[in-house]
């Protein structure tokens, strides 16, 4: 069976998922040869206890486009997780949950599936249907291997343009998946200088 990866950004207003809350997020879902297969966007209503964070908060007020983007016409969190796994699963491929870093991104997912669909982000190999069949990708640790950069130089402020397919990073997370999914292709598909590559969303 071919594979996809589900990059995926998204945008909370606190840094503990559960004490706060992911306000949206959004993935792009790539094949194995660097081709864009459909998008997923959703806004989430906060969940019922949780707080924000004030210094997250101050954050967005510094912008506010991308805080309206992820507050609007915000759905229950059940229903959106439910829709998520169902998409996930439409494309007849081994999905490989895909982030930049990892470790910011993967740990909102993992909360909010195993607190509305009882599955966590990712299950071991004897779970016979897991809902991403591979252990979870950093697109960061990706970037960082392929091209001996420190960790510290692995981010969108010291990346060239064309790797992020000239997307903007907004913080909407349909835009930042977009242009992490434009830096994936790029590390899936590059060639030698000269080669003609080309972005994969603009």
């Known amino acids: 069976m071919p594979h ?3 990059v995926t950004d ?5 840094p503990v998922p559960g004490a706060h809350s992911m306000l949206s997020f959004a993935c792009v879902a790539v094949t194995e040869a660097g081709l864009l297969a459909g998008e997923f966007e959703a806004v989430l209503q ?4 949780a707080g924000r964070d004030q210094r997250t908060s101050a954050f967005w007020q510094a912008h506010p486009q991308a805080f309206a983007a992820a507050t609007e ?3 229950p ?3 959106v997780m439910a829709r998520f796994t169902a998409w996930v699963t439409s494309f007849g491929a081994e999905p490989i949950f895909a982030a930049h870093p990892l470790a910011l991104d993967g740990p909102w997912i993992d909360h909010y599936l195993k607190r509305f669909t009882g599955r966590p982000l990712f299950e071991g190999p004897w779970i016979a249907d897991r809902l991403f069949c591979h252990p979870p990708l950093c697109i960061q640790s990706m970037v960082a291997g392929a091209t001996g950069r420190k960790p510290w130089e692995c981010d ?6 064309e790797w992020l397919g000239h ?3 907004t913080h909407r997370a349909i835009d930042d ?5 434009n830096l994936l292709h790029f590390f899936l598909t590059r060639r030698e200088a000269g080669g003609g590559y080309r972005p994969l969303l603009s």
């Open 156 to 161: 969108i402020a010291h990346y060239p343009r």
């Open 73 to 75: 016409r915000p759905e």
């Open 177 to 181: 998946a977009r242009g992490y999914a």
């Open 46 to 49: 906060p969940l019922e206890g």
């Open 77 to 79: 969190a059940a229903e």
């Open 10 to 14: 998204c945008e909370f207003d606190g």
């Open 4 to 6: 996809i990866y589900i």
């Open 167 to 169: 997307v903007e990073h």
